[in-house]
């Protein structure tokens, strides 16, 4: 079973930024595209951007032009830089293929205070 392992998150404050690493257990040339998930308290949980095979990209609206979605396949690594925080991007942050499997990892908390 393929195994995502999130880490990166933390503790900043409105305007901060953070880097989220995904590593996979496989090379990720093994997946279609890559996504990275956000899930608040009480909330659903959403995508916040994808990464084809190939390095195309995209964002939900209301992270454009905040966040990035990168890969390293030599690391078999996906990134997401996240800059200019806001308190609503607090989350529990995730990894997962695009569309999303069932087994998902721990997630690593981002917390954004104001």
């Known amino acids: 079973q393929v195994q995502l392992v999130e880490s990166g998150g933390g503790l900043v404050q409105a305007g901060g930024s953070l880097r989220l690493s995904c590593v996979a257990s496989i090379p990720l040339f093994g997946f279609k595209q890559m996504g990275w998930y956000r899930q608040a308290p009480g909330r659903q949980r959403e995508l916040v951007a994808r990464?084809?095979?190939?390095?195309?990209?995209d964002y939900a609206d209301s992270v454009k032009g905040r966040f990035t979605i990168s890969r390293d396949n030599a690391k078999k690594t996906v990134y997401l830089q996240m800059n200019s925080l806001k308190p609503e991007d607090t989350a529990v942050y995730y990894c997962?293929?695009?569309?999303?499997?069932?087994?998902w990892g721990q997630g690593t908390q981002a917390t954004v205070s104001s």
């Open positions: 990464i084809t095979r190939e390095g195309d990209t």
């Open positions: 997962n293929q695009f569309p999303s499997r069932p087994n």
